[in-house]
């Protein structure tokens, strides 16, 4: 394999030993409650695989690259036999490993096998290991709007058995939509206190783990699917886990989870039961709501969006909005008021010509900053040259006074003709000047 030119290096996402511990897994929830054919290892390397996607820039065909040093770090293996045992672990995926999906349609159930990974490929000179995802296993991981589950893949890393990884993926599950609709509302109180203590039939659960055959007694599949793997759960992830087991008759039915999420420093979930903290998250939503509403009507939306400066999709965004109601759009009606709309129509161009390059952007952000390096010129300019800052157009009048101009008797307190005289001038006038009052361009 030849040296990869630089920037094609740059195009491809090769993590960084110390990013391990920051990356997620995003992956829909009808691949988590999927039967995963395939042990421990390559289940563990498809979710490592996983987390170098980027969900909002999909993969170009459908291929991500790591490097083998992460993967050993991942797999904390050290030993001189690392190599041998990573081809093993590539080969034993792409020939057996496969996800067996069950997904609910409108006339029935549609099933599915998919073979995640089906082209790995590297050398015993360079770093750099290309995996391939098949086309089918896509929807699973990318433009996911809904029904998806986020899990650390530092989690992960330190599970070591097949069973404990499917449980903690199934149980993550369970806990990211106790989590979304504690936040978003949406459900009923008692459906969303069943995320956090979710149920699974013995049936389900056998299935689920791929062990319809296996453990025929209670006692050993106790032993196997549900302690050790929860005692690896509660020792090694963010979760601590208990179970209660539900019976029917003289034997266990069913298995009801009860999942609690660790406190660490920078952890805010234990205000999902602060009352107070969600009044006050629920006032400033609202408020949100509202500016992001009135930055929807403003004069200031529109002409970003012809300039290209704002998406529709970035429109929709309630938080950029407001933002930009709040931060960016009293800026420019300082401009406005210093140089004229076509001044901030120029501003607005220029910027739009000096955006490339600017894809994952903080649009709020950018259109702070811009403007107010502007009005900082433009300030500066107004001391240099006095005459320049005579420029600035009077504010807008209000109706009555403009109104002096056009009726010269014209007094406090009017008459119904006058009035009248009053309401035609205004429509005149709104018509003329298309709602920009008398400073127009």
């Not at 797999?75 to 057996?96: C, G, L, Y």
């Not at 012809?306 to 960016?328: C, R, W, Y």
């Not at 009293?330 to 140089?339: G, I, N, S, V």
């Amino acid at each position: 394999m030849s040296s990869i030119p630089k920037n094609e290096q740059n195009q491809k996402q090769v993590q960084i030993l110390n990013e391990l511990s920051k990356r997620k897994v995003v992956e829909h929830n009808s691949l988590i409650s999927s039967i995963a054919k395939m042990d421990k290892t390559p289940l563990k390397m498809f979710e490592l695989a996983v987390s170098c996607i980027d969900t909002e820039e999909p993969p170009k065909d459908h291929t991500v690259y790591l490097s083998k040093e992460e993967l050993f770090a991942f797999f904390k293996v050290s030993d001189n036999d690392k190599h041998s045992r990573f081809k093993q672990a590539v080969e034993n995926m792409q020939k057996q490993a496969f996800f067996k999906i069950k997904e609910k349609k409108e006339h029935g159930f549609e099933f599915e096998n998919i073979v995640p990974i089906p082209y790995v490929k590297w050398t015993d000179y360079h770093d750099e290991v290309t995996i391939r995802f098949s086309p089918e296993i896509m929807p699973y991981l990318i433009n996911l709007k809904k029904n998806f589950t986020q899990h650390a893949l530092s989690d992960i890393s330190e599970l070591n058995s097949k069973h404990s990884i499917i449980l903690y993926r199934w149980l993550s599950m369970n806990y990211n939509q106790y989590e979304h609709y504690s936040y978003k509302g949406g459900r009923r109180e008692e459906q969303v206190e069943a995320y956090r203590n979710p149920s699974i039939s013995i049936r389900e659960l056998r299935e689920m783990t791929d062990i319809v055959n296996e453990y025929k007694l209670f006692a050993d599949l106790e032993k196997w699917i549900l302690k050790k793997p929860l005692e690896e759960i509660n020792d090694h992830t963010s979760f601590t886990v208990t179970y209660d087991k539900v019976k029917k008759g003289r034997s266990i039915d069913s298995i009801v989870f009860h999942i609690t999420k660790k406190r660490r420093a920078d952890d805010n979930s234990y205000k999902l039961e602060d009352k107070v903290y969600q009044e006050d998250k629920a006032r400033k939503a609202e408020t949100e709501d509202k500016l992001a509403i009135e930055a929807m009507k403003s004069k200031y939306t529109t002409l970003l969006l012809e300039n290209m400066l704002l998406s529709p999709f970035e429109m929709q965004d309630t938080k950029i909005m407001a933002g930009l109601q709040v931060h960016v759009y009293p800026l420019y009606d300082e401009l406005k008021e210093a140089r004229g709309l076509n001044g901030l129509k120029t501003h607005l161009s220029y910027i739009a010509s000096k955006q490339e390059g600017y894809s994952k952007r903080n649009v709020v952000k950018y259109l702070k900053t811009a403007i107010e390096g502007y009005l900082a010129t433009i300030a500066l300019q107004d001391v240099e040259q006095p005459e320049r800052a005579n420029y600035k157009k009077p504010k807008t009048r209000s109706l009555e006074v403009v109104a002096k101009d056009f009726l010269p008797d014209y007094q406090d307190e009017t008459s119904e003709t006058e009035k009248e005289a009053l309401r035609r001038l205004e429509a005149e006038i709104e018509k003329k000047l298309r709602g920009e009052g008398l400073d127009h361009e």
